[in-house]
């Protein structure tokens, strides 16, 4: 009590400082301008999914790069070879390295020698490939930590490349950023259509010069044949490179003063100026080809001397000519880029997801605050005055951090919402018990924080645990989500356990030693008071739990999940398109060979959900497959709208099926740990068993109910996991208790009587929770379906393990592992 002023201030400055820090996301751009710059920038941002626009994942191909690594190898070896007149064979590539036959077996450990020294042939001695000798021919394979270096090397360059070519679009804040290793994510905010974009990302723009081989050429000239770009002919070039793109500095679209047709005007800089006019002054009379990407743009003839600009032509439109001007500034890519995932929301679809979360979200907190007043009075009142700085706090620490707000993140909010009203919860009726016993109110307040301290303690680490690695294998919107939990989480501690308990003591001052009354419901005292034998129906209970859980696999197995994009791979495409029909668009798509899209209809009339598979094997033919698809049901409709694009590369759908299954695996690993370490391994065993039974009994939902499984169902997943076990805490920890209080107990009475006192925490928290999740649950619509309706089984099937099933679990442990004490 003394303390009372000092946390009083402490807790409020803490209070004030993250208000403060949230508060310019609710100012008005008027009064936002008046503020500081870097005040201002203190914001909250929204996701793509709520403020419309369209996010790219690029794959560099790597493979490619190898590829000329290893004929970089090659080359070098046998010049060197050459030199020492060493005879060799025909080299063979591999996709480690080369293999090359030595001709001479007695030269055969020279020749090594000489490739090992090349290998090392590096500015800091880094050693470029081994040097293994398998019967007379060299093997020669790239190291580990060479292939690593030149992977990185190009993805970073590539990126700056992808970031100049987006800064000469004039596009609004692209967010660029690099993704695993090979992966290159765009974020492009306001962009409802990223095709333009999506091309211009994924053309290597490599530019190279080369000379028309001659007709009389000598034989140990390599040659080449390459197709037109603009003309239905092939070209007969040398493979030589006369002068790389690399030395061109600047490029504009021009038009020719005497045909008016759009040119590329370039310059050189002064070693490429040097070399072009040395060249063109030796062959003048001589056509010279300039390849963009393997096609042949141009090939003109020289007839005078060129010096440090020139022009490209070639038939190009303006747009054309634009984009190859653009590209030659920006630098080419060193390798090739492919869109292996593209989602697109439309600007209408974002403000709809807007509305939405604030619309199920308020009246979520609503409903919450009505039931706690309502369960508990003023006490309640208390409790939702902590929510409500829980909510301001949380958005505070987003806004500090520059968060990303998504749709998952909402609804994490929503979530938290409900999760945090489970400390007050549970510290109200702890209070209640110890001034149940006559405890003045001082006491029932020190005891009854006491005691809930460490329950909460635990139950929030192990949620944290679900969430953490929700935010490690997840992606994009599911990382937001857990961000916002994770928030939430240690917000919700503070509140909880520090602002609760000023405001109470605050509440109680004066009146220390008079009884401290809570209100609550009736039949759950006199059921807690009186006891309820729970575990009489034990076996049944398990049985029950176990066919269940045998039919939610059964399900699984047969019909089976509703896999969403994230999981198959491939494209879903929402289409707005009035007065057309299924047969329609069903016959307008096969007639543009993609008699594989799968075509629904999605509620009102005019919109549909298109669904089509992933080319396999094909990087970048998904995003192909989208463009033929718009122009199919355009040339039906030119007014239809895509509001929403999800496209998913098989390689990346793999790797989240991957991350998933790690994921829950190491969840329930990590909280099998943690409560092994805090309780006993009995204790741990019953928790995880009965987290698996949830888990198999939600997954038969998934395929009952026919509800999308896709990464917000795995967020739902883990975020039950979590919710889940902190049930299982809170009873576990009463049965620890009172094992420690009474050990000589007979040990059912003891769980009956742990179950019956939580059971009015038990139910209260999951009506809470409940409650906050039904209006996102009913009117949320598709976009968080696969995340709320779960969620609200998770709820009911957690709870009810949580009184019948962990518990039974338990006892049987204890008797076959060791006593339970």
């Known amino acids: 009590m003394k303390s009372l002023h000092t946390r009083a201030v402490v807790y409020g400055l803490v209070i004030v400082l993250g208000l403060l820090s949230a508060l310019p996301n609710l100012l008005s751009p008027t009064m936002s301008g008046k503020l500081p710059d870097w005040y201002q920038q203190n914001t909250v941002s929204l996701g793509l999914d709520l403020q419309g626009g369209s996010h790219l994942l690029l794959e560099a191909d790597i493979q490619e790069l190898f590829a000329s690594e290893h004929e970089a190898m090659a080359g070098e070896l046998t010049n060197s070879l050459r030199e020492a007149d060493i005879r060799y064979g025909r080299i063979q590539m591999t996709d480690r390295g080369i293999e090359l036959p030595v001709r001479q077996p007695e030269r055969v450990s020279e020749a090594a020698s000489l490739a090992r020294k090349l290998a090392t042939d590096t500015p800091d001695g880094t050693r470029r490939f081994d040097v293994d000798i398998n019967g007379g021919r060299l093997v020669l394979t790239l190291t580990e930590s060479w292939r690593a270096g030149i992977s990185r090397d190009a993805v970073e360059r590539s990126l700056e490349v992808v970031r100049r070519r987006l800064d000469e679009t004039g596009l609004v804040e692209p967010s660029i950023t ?41 034989e140990d000239i390599a040659t080449i044949i390459l197709p037109g770009a603009y003309e239905d002919r092939d070209y007969k070039l040398e493979e030589r490179v006369a002068i790389a793109g690399e030395h061109i500095r600047d490029a504009r679209m021009a038009f020719n003063p005497d045909t008016n047709e759009p040119v590329v005007n370039f310059k050189l800089d002064d070693k490429g100026a040097r070399l072009f006019g040395d060249m063109t002054r030796n062959n003048i009379g001589r056509p010279l080809a300039i390849v963009l990407d393997g096609e042949v743009i141009t090939a003109p003839v020289i007839r005078s001397a060129i010096g440090a600009s020139g022009e490209i032509s070639g038939g190009f439109t303006t747009t054309e000519a634009s984009n190859l001007a653009l590209l030659l500034r920006a630098g080419a890519l060193p390798v090739p880029l492919y869109v292996v ?73 929503i979530l938290t919402i409900g999760m945090a009203v489970d400390a007050n919860i549970l510290i109200n009726e702890r209070i209640r018990e110890e001034s149940r016993q006559g405890k003045p ?195 039906v409709e030119p007014t239809a709208e895509f509001p929403k694009v999800d496209m998913v590369g098989p390689k990346v759908s793999g790797g989240f099926s991957d991350a998933t299954i790690l994921a829950i695996l190491l969840a329930g690993v990590g909280m099998l740990a943690y409560l092994w370490f805090r309780f006993e391994s009995h204790f741990a065993w019953a928790a995880t068993l009965t987290i698996a039974l949830d888990l198999t009994k939600t997954i038969g939902f998934f395929a009952l109910a026919g509800v999308e499984f896709n990464l917000t169902a795995v967020a739902a997943l ?36 742990s179950i019956s006192s939580t059971l009015t925490r038990t139910v209260f928290t999951s009506v809470t929770t409940f409650l906050a999740l039904l209006p996102m649950g009913i009117a949320g619509g598709a976009a968080v379906a696969s995340f709320a309706l779960p969620m609200l089984f998770g709820i009911v099937i957690g709870t009810s393990s949580s009184v019948f099933i962990a518990s039974p679990i338990l006892y049987y442990l204890g008797l076959t592992c060791s006593p339970l004490a």
Request: proline content about 3%; hydrophobic content about 50%.
């Open 441 to 635: 109110a001082w006491m029932a307040l020190r005891e009854g924080f006491g005691k809930a301290y460490r329950t909460i303690l635990d139950s929030n680490f192990t949620t944290l645990i679900a969430v953490s690695l929700l935010f490690l294998f997840g992606s994009g919107p599911v990382r937001g989500f857990a961000v916002t939990i994770g928030i939430g989480l240690v917000t919700s501690l503070f509140t909880a356990i520090a602002v609760t308990r000023l405001i109470m003591e605050w509440r109680i001052r004066g009146r220390a030693r008079e009884p401290l009354v809570i209100s609550g419901i009736a039949l759950l005292d006199r059921l807690s008071e009186r006891g309820v034998n729970f575990m009489r129906g034990r076996v049944i209970g398990l049985m029950v739990s176990a066919v269940f859980s045998i039919a939610a696999i059964a399900l699984f197995v047969q019909p089976g999940l509703k896999y969403g994009v994230d999981f198959t791979g491939g494209t879903v495409v929402e289409v707005q398109a009035q007065g057309v029909t299924v047969d329609k668009l069903r016959t307008t798509l096969q007639a543009k060979d993609l008699e594989d899209a799968a075509i629904q209809e999605a509620g009102a009339d005019g919109r549909f959900l298109i669904r089509l598979p992933a080319e396999q094997g094909v990087p970048g033919a998904t995003a192909e497959q989208v463009a033929l698809l718009k122009t199919a049901v355009t040339s």
């Open 178 to 218: 690099r993704q695993g290793s090979d992966g290159i994510l765009v974020q492009m905010p306001g962009v409802a259509d990223p095709s333009e974009i999506r091309e211009l990302l994924g053309t290597t723009a490599k530019m190279t010069f080369h000379w028309a081989a001659r007709a009389t050429a000598e």
């Open 718 to 753: 883990l975020a039950l996991m979590g919710y889940s076990v902190n049930d299982k805490v809170v009873v576990f920890d009463r049965i620890r208790e009172n094992i420690r209080k009474t050990p000589d107990r007979p040990m059912l009475e003891l769980l009956n009587d």
């Open 341 to 413: 995932e593209e989602r697109t929301v439309g600007p209408d679809l974002g403000s709809d997801a807007i509305a939405m979360g604030l619309t199920t979200g308020l009246l979520g907190a609503a409903m919450v605050i009505a039931f706690m007043i309502g369960l508990y009075g003023r006490w309640g009142l208390i409790a939702c005055v902590g929510l409500t700085v829980n909510i301001g706090l949380v958005f505070g620490i987003l806004s500090l951090l520059g968060a990303t707000l998504t749709l998952p993140g909402i609804a994490g909010i």
